[in-house]
């Protein structure tokens, strides 16, 4: 099995930033894939950007330029720094990771908890 726990969710004005956190701890060997997905209230949840183990990297095209992906395999961990915050960012920001990626989803993923990013206007 496999254990994230998301960490960096907030409050911030519009034009801030945050950066996300999200440790994977069991059968970490099987990860090729990390990333993170958001869902806003009464919309679908939908993909943010993705890493795999070799630093390859996938965006939305809403984040593109703005918010950057970047891991750390040694320690298991996937990062989302995200720049110029807009009100539209605002949404529950899930971790997810699995053994592969399209540029849709990451496959067989598990999931964290999720994070509330809150951006202020």
């Known amino acids: 099995q496999v254990q994230l726990v998301e960490s960096g969710g907030g409050l911030v004005q519009a034009g801030g930033s945050l950066r996300l956190a999200c440790a994977a701890s069991?059968?970490?060997?099987?990860?090729?894939?990390m990333g993170w997905y958001r869902q806003a209230p009464g919309k679908q949840r939908e993909l943010v950007a993705t890493?795999?183990?070799?630093?390859?990297?996938n965006y939305a095209d809403s984040v593109k330029g703005r918010f950057t992906i970047s891991r750390d395999n040694a320690k298991n961990t996937v990062y989302l720094q995200m720049n110029s915050l807009k009100p539209e960012d605002t949404a529950v920001y899930y971790c997810?990771?699995?053994?592969?990626?399209?540029?849709?989803?990451?496959?067989?993923?598990?999931w964290g908890q999720g994070t509330q990013v809150t951006i202020s206007s």
């Open positions: 890493i795999t183990r070799g630093g390859s990297t």
């Open positions: 997810a990771a699995g053994p592969l990626s399209t540029a849709q989803a990451i496959i067989g993923a598990y």
């Open positions: 069991g059968r970490t060997f099987s990860l090729n894939a």
